[in-house]
Structure formats: C-alpha cells, structure tokens
C-alpha cells in the first residue's frame, strides 16, 4: 500500500535517513509541459530550515527526474524521481533505539513488521510527504491547463483562529509570512504562539483550509468512490491529520435543512447555487461550486522534553529527544495539503473520463 490513485497513481519508496526519497508517477498525461522550477519551488516550500518556527535542518531538497520527460514535456510513460537525503543527524536517534516514542508510529511498526528504522521514523517520517509534493507539482501543472487552482493555507493554530468563511480573505497573502496565514495580523499571533511553545520544549497543532476553484462538475463516482470521500482520505493519510470536514461540516448540524440547502438558479446562462454549504460535491460528485475543506493537525509528537515510555521489553523509562523538530508543522503542512487535494482531482478528473464516450 505505497501507491496512491487509480488512474495518476503515485508510487513512493525511501526512509527519513536513507539515501535518498523517491517515487513513481503513472498515469500522468502526455505532452504536458514539465516546469522543473515550479516543481522545486513546491518542494523549497515544504522543507525544512525554513524559519524560526520551523525545524533547523538544513535539505536542499532538490528533485531529480529520471524518466517520462522528454525535450521538457511529459511522454505519457511513468515519471520517476528522487530527492536525496544530505542532512541527517542519525545519531541523534541513537538513545530511541529501544524505546517507543510517545504517539509516534514506533510501537505500531515494531509490532506489524517485527523491525523497525528508529532514526526520525524511518518511513514513518514525514519527510516522506517530499514524494507527495512532486507528484502533486506534476498534477497542478494539469490542473491549470484547466483553469483549476488549490489554494491551502493555516487557518488556525492552538486557539488562534480565522473566520471559517474563506471568502473574507484575499489568499494570495498566504505566501506573504512564515506561518502561511492570508491575515497578517492572525499570523503574527500565530507566530508568537508557535515561538514560545517551542522555547518550552513543546509543540501545538491547529488547521489547514483548502480550496479548490474552477473544478468542473461531475467528477466523483456515486458510491464507493465519492469524491469527498477521496479527499478525505488522502488528507487523512498525511502524518499527524486528525480529522477532515468539507463545506461548512460539523457546525452545520446546528441548523435546519431549510437554512442549509443550496438553491440552484440560472445566471449568465449556467446552473448554479445561490449558496455553497455544501462545499462543492453533493451525492459525492462535484456540482461546479467552490471546493473547500478542513485538515486538523495535531502537535507535533516529538518533545525537546523528558517524557514517561517503556522499551521494547515493557519496562519503564524515560526520554528526552533530541535533534531537530518542528514545534508546528502546520507552516510545511501546507503544500502538502495542496498537494495531495491536486493528485485527487487529477486522478477524479481522468476517471471521469471513462464514464462517458
């Protein structure tokens, strides 16, 4: 289960601390443009050593295409990459070793494979969301052939938070700070919050919002295969998401249906609604409206601070980690959001296309 897709499939392989990240992408379309610096600058947004508010460790991050690209277009064979890792502090992992860390992947992997890679996880990392990011670069270079866009971007961290309605903010400003918030004012909070959590040894989690504009109805299958359910999954699959809500989700069932039916009406020729509670997909087929959802994030399960575990004997002990962590990792989580949001409609869009001659 190293494949995600079923038409633009993306197979990933490697270990935090291994030689190098990689992966192969099936199923992307021939005679696409292939941007190899848009497609770094997508990885340049989800590495490390960022910011003050991000981990210390120094990636370059730079992506090597192998396969399926000729005189810089797509071939429509599989495209296969590699990021190579040139930083690692290994031993910095050293006194995890026989331990199990706290809400970390360890004891899980360690009972389902009887072995495990205790150097930042191993595949467990999320540094492997690196693969993730490449292919959904080759994905949104797709998508906006279409005139489809992703937008993603910190909505919340700890108990700061914007307005839900995404529609009040301009988010070209995601970009514009560090913690990737379209309201500067929010985002100084957040930074402020995130600095002293991380001077006190811990982390915070928060939200990421989404939104995905220009995706034309009917994409989505009618029962096993919804598209919010697709999407839901793929955000659910990335390291430390908590919980996924579309349209206006869980605070909508405070309301009557009177007060949440999207009213469709003509304008300028072209069905529409009058309103988007609905968040884009109803049946689980896109209706043409705006997509956007919610990614909770946890706190980051590594502490710069003693903690209570046992080895893998069962007997008690403590750990104080070390190296170099992310005290959030909403600011890095960001591109990922986009990145697997871009490989579902791709991957939607394409099966769409077999429903119909």
Same mark, same amino acid.
């Given at each position: ?6 038409? +633009? ?17 099936? !199923?992307?379309?021939? !005679? ?6 848009? &497609? ?37 064979? %599989? ?20 331990? +199990?860390? %706290? ?100 982390? &915070?989690?928060?939200? &990421? ?12 299958? %009618? ?20 919980? +996924?809500?579309?349209?206006?989700? +869980? ?27 609905? !968040? ?78």
């Amino acid at each position: 289960m190293n494949t995600f897709g079923n038409i +633009f499939r993306l197979t990933t392989f490697g270990e935090s601390h291994g030689e190098a990240i990689g992966g192969v992408v099936d !199923g992307m379309p021939a !005679g696409i443009t292939i941007d190899t610096d848009f &497609i770094q600058a997508e990885l340049d947004r989800r590495r490390p050593g960022q910011s003050n508010i991000t981990t210390s460790r120094k990636e370059p991050d730079r992506v090597e295409l192998l396969s399926g690209v000729f005189e810089g277009k797509s071939t429509g064979c %599989p495209i296969g990459f590699i990021v190579r890792n040139t930083n690692q502090h290994s031993g910095d992992y050293d006194n995890m070793r026989e331990l +199990f860390r %706290p809400s970390h992947a360890d004891y899980t992997y360690y009972n389902k494979y009887g072995v495990r890679d205790h150097r930042g996880g191993g595949r467990s990392s999320a540094r492997i969301t690196i693969s993730r990011c490449v292919a959904g670069a080759l994905a949104k270079m797709v998508l906006r052939q279409m005139g489809i866009s992703i937008q993603a971007y910190t909505s919340q961290v700890g108990n700061i938070a914007l307005d839900r309605d995404y529609r009040k903010y301009d988010l070209t400003l995601t970009e514009t700070n560090a913690v990737r918030c379209p309201d500067q004012k929010k985002a100084e909070e957040m930074i402020s919050l995130i600095e002293e959590v991380k001077a006190d040894g811990d982390t &915070i989690g928060g939200v &990421i919002t989404a939104v995905i504009k220009g995706c034309p109805p009917g994409l989505g299958e %009618p029962e096993a295969g919804k598209l919010h359910a697709a999407l839901g999954a793929a955000m659910l699959s990335i390291n430390a998401v908590k919980g +996924f809500e579309y349209g206006e989700g +869980f605070d909508g069932v405070s309301q009557r249906g009177s007060e949440q039916n999207d009213i469709f009406l003509a304008k300028d020729g072209k069905i529409t609604t009058a309103n988007n509670h609905s !968040g884009g997909i109803q049946g689980g087929i896109s209706n043409g409206q705006d997509i956007y959802f919610r990614v909770a994030f946890k706190p980051v399960a590594t502490l710069l601070r003693e903690q209570n575990t046992v080895d893998i004997e069962g007997k008690a002990t403590t750990l104080t980690a070390k190296g170099r962590h992310d005290p959030c990792v909403l600011p890095r989580a960001v591109p990922v959001v986009e990145a697997m949001a871009a490989m579902t409609i791709l991957d939607y869009y394409l099966l769409n296309k077999t429903g119909q001659l």
